[in-house]
């Protein structure tokens, strides 16, 4: 595309977030970090409500547009709670993110995958309305906050297991 720059290859992957993760407080929560974010413009796909949620999932779509968030220096194990977190309908795919200031970014989404896009509607979604009217649901009901309390819970187990000389303990969690 006219006027906009490559960044160079290698640098550490970016989150390229379209849609409840735009929300820094549920990245927080997700990723456990914080995390630089700057505005960016994901073209060539298209971001749609899933059926009977109160989130979005995007699709490519030649026309398309998709504006987000893209976060950067992400540790390993933010991305290990961020897959989690996303579930089995979301593929992490590269992308290329157009910025504000006409450079072009590396990052990494998650993209609907395609035997699950019949699950998208065709009523547009918004950070807005998202933050309005279904947040407290969405961090109340989603089950991608489970998977990484779990996860975590059982990270600590294993290192409470660990620090007691190696001998074995109960470590179930809830």
């Known amino acids: 595309m006219k006027g906009l720059k490559k960044i160079p290859q290698g640098l550490p992957k970016d989150l390229f977030a379209y849609g409840t993760l735009m929300s820094r407080d549920i990245m927080q929560r997700v990723s456990g970090q914080r995390c630089e974010a700057t505005s960016g413009v994901l073209r060539g796909y298209r971001r749609n409500r899933i059926c009977g949620e109160v989130y979005p999932g995007i699709i490519a779509s030649p026309e398309g547009m998709v504006e987000g968030i893209l976060y950067s220096g992400l540790t390993e194990d933010a991305w290990k709670r961020l897959d989690l977190f996303e579930g089995e309908i979301y593929c ?83």
């Open 92 to 174: 992490r795919c590269a992308v290329a993110v157009q910025m504000e200031d006409g450079t072009v970014r590396e990052a990494e989404t998650y993209v609907l995958r395609p035997q699950f896009e019949y699950r998208l509607t065709s009523e547009p979604w918004t950070l807005d309305e998202f933050l309005r009217s279904g947040k407290a649901q969405f961090e109340s009901q989603y089950r991608g906050f489970t998977a990484v309390a779990k996860e975590e819970g059982y990270a600590r187990g294993v290192r409470r297991i660990d620090q007691n000389g190696g001998k074995r303990k109960k470590a179930f969690f809830r």
